[in-house]
Structure formats: structure tokens, C-alpha cells
């Protein structure tokens, strides 16, 4: 089997691929490029885009060159997949600002350095902006059903649920065949490579090119990611995962690593990280903690690189310590008038957002799992006062795994 597809299968990453032996023969006899699709739905990309931007990674580990696209014109249409209501349709300058800043983080992920592996951009609005819809309709369209549209498990869940699909949705997975087309013709891109979601609208590119040009394409596709504690990968009960750090800090996004289930470590190191599958392997039976601590500096590194992956670590051992006044952790500030008299510790707790539900406090309160300064408060009416600020600051801490630092503004 080809060197990169068996890495890979080996770190978990295929689910399905089209023609696989003649695809596995390609990739032996010369170098391709390949492309992945992202939408410029938000500002950030968050974790749950993770796996996409590896498999690009390992593109260019084994030599193929990856093409990056910015879906601006598919955003203003929306994909169905997995959605089971229209998504909010944003304005010109929000796609725009959305596709600079996922640009921006993918330049993080990926090296530019060698001219036959760096990342090539392109952004689809460039090409379905100014479409004639007579021509679009007569060259493209007919190559489409709308028998086999309706057996495409984006369409069919949708009315299946007796849930409206809008005729605009309903012609999303034309444009993404048509985008595969396109980069067929002008970036000489023979794979497409998606998630599971997406198999059915990679193969109607695949065979638009066949339709269209006689090319030969190939799809390839990734597995549903979700943690053992089975919620979807990128989304935690404290919001998403994000990639950007005006959204998400360094620190938290190492947290998020280092407190993840027990179960999914190696499989992890072996998704999100550049470990060799070898090295990986040797590691299983190594202490838990220092196995989650690799992840979360790994993972780290490459997003935020090693100072802050290193700054992490020292900040949360940091926070665990019992003698540490947690000056290096994540802050929050909160305006001196809230405290007036005094501020009652469930209110201060729900004003810092480490916690949210005023009885999951209490609850934490009478099992001692709550501190500030690393003194246990007994006290669910405990009144927190403005002299008790040290510095200006205070640590508050819930549990073992969630601390930040309390500044007055």
C-alpha cells in the first residue's frame, strides 16, 4: 500500500476512499495535489476542524502539494449536512473578515517553505460569483438527478424529519462538485479529501469530472470524531474548542488536551499530533497523566507553538499547587462595584463563568471543592469582600482542573 494512505489508516484517519487501488498507484508514481473545503461560517475554525487540517499536514509530510479551499461562495448557500435547519446566511464583509482569519490559522498548521509542498489558497467566490445560470444549468446541471440527489443522506434526513430544505441548500452539493471540477481544470487536483458527511457530495464531483472531461478524481474520507464521553468533538459544555487565541487562550486550549478522557489519549496522539505511530505505540503503558501532558504540549505546539505550549504546563502545575498565589493563570477582571458590601461567593462563581448552575455550586461548596487562595470556603453564604484581593487579584478555584485568577477592574 502507498506510504500515505497506510499512515493514514494507521492514525485512524480513513473512513472511505474511491477506487483505493488506483488511487494507492497514483500516489506511488508521482506527486498529486489534493484539496480540503472549509466554509467561513465563524471568525475561527474550532477542534472539530482539526482532523481536516492533519490529513492536510500529512499531504505535505509525504510530498503532495494541498490546496486550501475558502468556501466564499458556498457560505452565502449554506451546507445541509448535518444541519437540520438553514444555516444564518452572513453578509459580504463577515465571509470576508471569517475567510482572512481561517486563512490565518491554517498558516499556522502548515509550512511554505518548499515550493512543491506549500499550500496553495483559493477561495470558490472567485468562480461562482459571476456563474451564467442558463449555462450553469445546461453544461453542469445536466449531469445531476434528482432521483439520486434525494438518496443523499444530507437531503434524505432533512425530509425524512419532515424538516424544509430550501431549494438554495438543496443545490449545495452541485456547487461543491463544481468546485472539485474547477480545481480539476485550473489546479490539476485529482483528490478530494472530507469528512464522512461529505462522501456523498465528493462523489458527485468525482464523477462530474468524469462527465465533464474524462478525468479521473478520487475522493477519500475522514470518520465522525467524537470523545468516548460520546459528545462531538470541538464542543464542550463551556463552548467551542476555537482555534484563534483572541477566542480561546493558549492555557484553556492546553487544558482542553490535558483533561481529556482517559480512553481517547492514544488515539489522539495518533490524530492530532506529528508523533511517529512507532513512538506512539512504545508509550501505551506509560503513566496516564504524562501520556495527556504530551498531548496537550503537542497539540499546543503546533497550534500556538512551544512557548506557550511550555507557558501552559508551568501555568497549570501552577494551579494545582497548594502554595501558588495562580498569579500565571487565565484572569478575569470584574468591576469593583459588583462587590459594594460584598459579593456572595455563588454570585462571585457564576460572575467569574467558571460554573454556571447555582446548585452544582452548592453542590461543590459542601464537598470542599471549592477555594479561593487555595483556602476551602465551607460557606455557601460566604461574602467575598473587595480587602480580601491581594495584589489586586484573587484565585478561585472549583475542583482540581478549574482555576483563574480574579482581577478588580
Not at 431549494?167 to 463544481?178: K, P, R, S, T
Request: with cysteine.
Amino acid at each position: 500500500m502507498n506510504k500515505f494512505l497506510k499512515e493514514f489508516k494507521d492514525r485512524g484517519l480513513y473512513y472511505q476512499c474511491t477506487n483505493e487501488d488506483e488511487l494507492s498507484k497514483l500516489l506511488d508514481d508521482q506527486k498529486i495535489r489534493a484539496y480540503i473545503g472549509f466554509d467561513c461560517t465563524a471568525e475561527s475554525l474550532h477542534v472539530g476542524s482539526l482532523l481536516q487540517i492533519m490529513c492536510l499536514r500529512l499531504l505535505q509530510k509525504h510530498g503532495h502539494q494541498p490546496i486550501v479551499l475558502l468556501g466564499g461562495g458556498t457560505t452565502r448557500i449554506g451546507d445541509p449536512s448535518g444541519k437540520d435547519k438553514t444555516r444564518k446566511i452572513l453578509n459580504e464583509n463577515e465571509i470576508e473578515k471569517n475567510s482572512k482569519n481561517i486563512e490565518k490559522i491554517l498558516k499556522n498548521y502548515l509550512d511554505s517553505n518548499d515550493k512543491n509542498t506549500k499550500p496553495i489558497f483559493v477561495n470558490n467566490y472567485n468562480w461562482l460569483k459571476d456563474l451564467n445560470y442558463i449555462s450553469f444549468l445546461r453544461d453542469i446541471g445536466k449531469h445531476f438527478t434528482i432521483n439520486k440527489m434525494l438518496t443523499f443522506e444530507s437531503v434524505k434526513t432533512r425530509l425524512d424529519r419532515e424538516q424544509s430544505l430550501s431549494y438554495m441548500e438543496f443545490n449545495y452539493m452541485i456547487l461543491q462538485a463544481y468546485d472539485f471540477l474547477e480545481l480539476n481544470r485550473k489546479e490539476n487536483c485529482t483528490l478530494q479529501i472530507g469528512g464522512s458527511d461529505q462522501w456523498g457530495n465528493i462523489i458527485n464531483g468525482v464523477e462530474l469530472i468524469k462527465r465533464h472531461s474524462s478525468n479521473q478524481a478520487y475522493g477519500l474520507t475522514t470518520p465522525l470524531i467524537t470523545l468516548a464521553s460520546g459528545a462531538k468533538m470541538g464542543k464542550t459544555e463551556n463552548g467551542a474548542i476555537w482555534l484563534d487565541k483572541q477566542f480561546l487562550a493558549p492555557y484553556d486550549y492546553w487544558q482542553f488536551w490535558r483533561n481529556i478522557d482517559d480512553r481517547d489519549v492514544i488515539k489522539f496522539l495518533k490524530i492530532f499530533t506529528d508523533l511517529e505511530i512507532e513512538e506512539i505505540e512504545k508509550l501505551k503503558n506509560k503513566d496516564i497523566n504524562e501520556l495527556k501532558i504530551l498531548l496537550a504540549n503537542e497539540t499546543t505546539s503546533l497550534l500556538h507553538g512551544k512557548h506557550e505550549s511550555k507557558k501552559s504546563e508551568t501555568t497549570a502545575k501552577e494551579a494545582f499547587s497548594e502554595n501558588s498565589s495562580g498569579s500565571n493563570l487565565p484572569s478575569i477582571k470584574i468591576k469593583k462595584k459588583n462587590f459594594g458590601k460584598g459579593i456572595n461567593i455563588i454570585d462571585l462563581i457564576i460572575l467569574s463563568k467558571l460554573e454556571t448552575s447555582k446548585s452544582e455550586i452548592r453542590r461543590l461548596i459542601k464537598g470542599n471543592g471549592v477555594k479561593i487562595d487555595n483556602k476551602i470556603v465551607q460557606d455557601d453564604k460566604k461574602i467575598i469582600s473587595e480587602d480580601i484581593f491581594q495584589d489586586k487579584f484573587l484565585k478561585l478555584s472549583l475542583g482540581k482542573k478549574r482555576h483563574i485568577k480574579i482581577e478588580l477592574d
